[in-house]
């Protein structure tokens, strides 16, 4: 008996739809030019910012967290933003009571001639160049790192940001203060000079005195630092939902132009 070769052609019309529209689910899903493919590339693009905050003495990160309601800009959509929690650590300007602290702070008030624990500091700072390193690693480029933090964070931020080896995006030291003395300067790299820094500062501080925010300028500019500085009357040692609405316009100042040049 012949075995027949003519084959069904309903049979046939079934497979070559069945061959199509396979083709097109496999296309559309790969094209990098699909809508959807675009979309998740542009979320990949603006999630390539990061933003690390570093809380004030006896803080924590978590009870900071609020503060990135207040970046509404759609720039900060998909940032990316960490607050760590300082480790538990003795302070001698509160009689060595142990609480969450970045480095130890000799008295308080804090004024322009306080002495300084730099060895404290410094080991700090080698936490934070860890941070910013994993997350450099991880495809964020340093121009889109930003380094911010109130009190003794704005003080940890401001040695972290000078004395780390490359430019970063800025950073912004909010009531803070200049945690070591100007032999340091020759520490810094040139690119570490090119890190724009805001400073802002409330007038009425009593904790860390305004003068003590005044001597960082002289500093800074014996650094070779850019540093555009903000007072606020009639603040004391707190942060103001206007600072932070200053810092955002300034980040995303900042962002623009770095998209822009790259």
């Known amino acids: ?9 309903i049979v046939l019309i079934t497979i070559a739809l069945l061959s199509t529209i396979f083709f097109f689910v496999i296309f559309f899903q790969n094209n990098p030019y699909s809508s959807s493919s675009s979309s998740r590339k542009a979320e990949v693009m603006a999630a390539r910012t990061f933003v690390l905050w570093l809380h004030g003495l006896g803080d924590s990160g978590p009870a900071n967290e609020p503060i990135k309601t207040i970046f509404k800009s759609p720039e900060f959509r998909n940032t990316k933003w960490l607050f760590p929690s300082a480790p538990s650590n003795p302070v001698s300007c509160n009689h060595g009571m142990v609480m969450p602290s970045w480095f130890d702070i000799l008295e308080l008030p804090l004024t322009a001639g306080s002495p300084k624990d ?27 790192v930003y380094i911010c933090g109130f009190s003794q964070g ?29 032999s340091i300067i020759k520490q810094f790299t040139e690119d ?16 860390v005195l305004f003068e003590a925010s005044q001597a ?20 004391g040692h707190s942060i103001s939902t206007k600072e932070l609405q200053y810092l955002e316009s300034w980040i995303k100042q900042r962002m623009q132009s770095s998209s822009s040049s790259s």
């Open 118 to 144: 730099e060895s404290s500091v410094l080991k700090a700072v080698k936490n934070v160049h860890a941070v910013i390193d994993q997350e450099i690693s991880g495809g964020i480029k340093p121009e889109n």
């Open 216 to 235: 960082a300028l002289p500093f800074l500019q014996e650094a070779g630092v850019t540093c555009e500085f903000k007072a606020y009357p009639d603040l």
């Open 192 to 207: 570490a000079r090119k890190t724009p820094i805001l400073w802002s500062h409330g007038i009425d501080d009593k904790t």
């Open 154 to 182: 704005g003080a940890l931020t401001l040695a972290s940001v000078l004395l780390y080896p490359k430019t970063l995006g800025g950073g912004s030291v909010f009531s803070g203060w200049v945690p070591f003395n100007s």
């Open 1 to 9: 008996m012949r075995t027949s070769t003519v084959t069904n052609p």
